[in-house]
């Protein structure tokens, strides 16, 4: 049995019949009701074999059998080709699901051919903040899909959401009346400046340019198939752990009161400074002698430390002199 958790989603696997998996489905619930004082339905927890696939964070988890060709060549020189059968666990990014999340930011409407509506919250923004943050939308939406076998495709659809919305914000607001003419002068990703009607300037343009400001207006990314990354491939380390797990296991680490007090007593110890001691260590340096060597400001140290003391043990003697010298008077 394998066990899974992110946030509130569990995924438990199960090697074995079906009636192990429905024994287990009981004691967890048995477990919520007596621990936490409730009893999950029976259609929050399902049970669903491999091969028709398990939906866990937005990605069905199946597994596939594959039917490649295999080409050798045989004994005479003669290319031989055979077709052969295998299986492979394959991670789809759900389409369904990324349609249900956009009708919930209201950015689409209808559920087997959605239609894009116009991005309302960003009515009062400017075209060059509001392809910024779109942008950003859109690489978090192409990390999440990062290992989904059709994350070109999904991608592409997010792409195509955003871009259809914003078209329609701007033919709103820009009084152009379809997406078609918002293409034609903002071109395919958006990036050209739009402009009113009873303006020759873009009215974000002509404030920036009052002020001598400019800002560049980015285009919405992935507006081509060509630029949308493919699926990353690449195989974790054998011993890999998740950064958040790693968070927590040194948070655990901290509480408790023995481990801590070693810590701090090594700090202290070994006089171990914060980065912010370091930098404005090295700063002080090069404001002082243009260099940054470690040696010299040492020696440096021991110098004025040196003349520090010589000249407090001449004032002391001057002081004293003068004392003798004023005591016969």
């Known amino acids: 049995m394998d066990f899974l958790r992110f946030g509130s989603h569990v995924l438990i696997g199960v090697r074995g019949p079906r009636e192990d998996a429905v024994e287990i489905r009981r004691q967890l619930m048995e477990f919520c009701e007596r621990t936490f004082g409730l009893r999950p ?30 080409r050798y060549t045989a004994s005479g020189g003669n290319i031989v080709s055979e077709k ?40 009062y923004s400017g075209q060059a903040h509001t392809n910024s943050q779109m ?3 859109l690489e978090t939406m192409a990390d999440w899909y990062r290992y989904a076998d059709n994350r070109k495709k999904i991608v592409g659809f997010c792409a195509y959401v955003i871009r259809s919305s914003l078209a329609k914000l701007y033919a ?6 379809s997406r078609a003419k918002v293409y034609k002068i903002a071109s395919r990703d958006l990036s050209r400046p739009l402009r009113e009607s009873t303006n020759n300037d873009a009215p974000e343009y002509s404030d920036l340019l009052r002020m001598g400001v ?5 285009g919405v990314q992935f507006a081509r198939m060509s630029s949308i990354p493919s699926c990353d491939y690449t195989t974790f380390p054998r011993n890999w752990v998740p950064h958040h797990e790693l968070v927590l296991h040194e948070y655990i680490k901290l509480q408790d009161p023995k481990f801590f007090c070693e810590l ?3 700090i202290k110890r070994r006089e171990i400074s914060s980065p912010q001691d370091d930098v404005s260590k090295m700063v ?5 002698h243009g260099v940054y060597d470690n040696n010299r ?18 004032t002391q003697l001057l002081l004293d002199k003068w004392t003798m010298y004023e005591r016969p008077t």
């Not at 249900?100 to 116009?118: A, C, N, Q, S, T």
């Not at 709103?172 to 009346?177: N, Q, S």
Request: charged share 30%; with cysteine; aromatic share 8%.
């Open 135 to 137: 942008n950003k939308f």
């Open 214 to 218: 400019v800002d560049i207006i980015e």
């Open 284 to 288: 002080w340096h090069y404001k002082v």
């Open 41 to 70: 339905e029976n259609s929050s927890v399902e049970i669903e074999h491999i091969t028709r696939g398990i939906e866990f964070l937005d990605h069905v988890i199946a597994r596939r059998v594959i039917y490649p060709t295999l």
């Open 84 to 123: 052969g059968i295998g299986t492979l666990l394959s991670v789809t990014a759900s389409l369904q699901r990324c349609i249900r999340h956009f009708r919930k930011l209201e950015l689409v409407k209808g559920d087997r051919d959605p239609e894009p509506l116009p991005c309302s919250p960003m009515l």
């Open 264 to 266: 701090h007593k090594t």
């Open 172 to 177: 709103a607001r820009y009084r152009l009346k």
């Open 297 to 314: 400001v040492s020696k440096k140290l021991n110098e004025w430390r040196s003349n520090d003391e010589a000249v407090n043990g001449d």
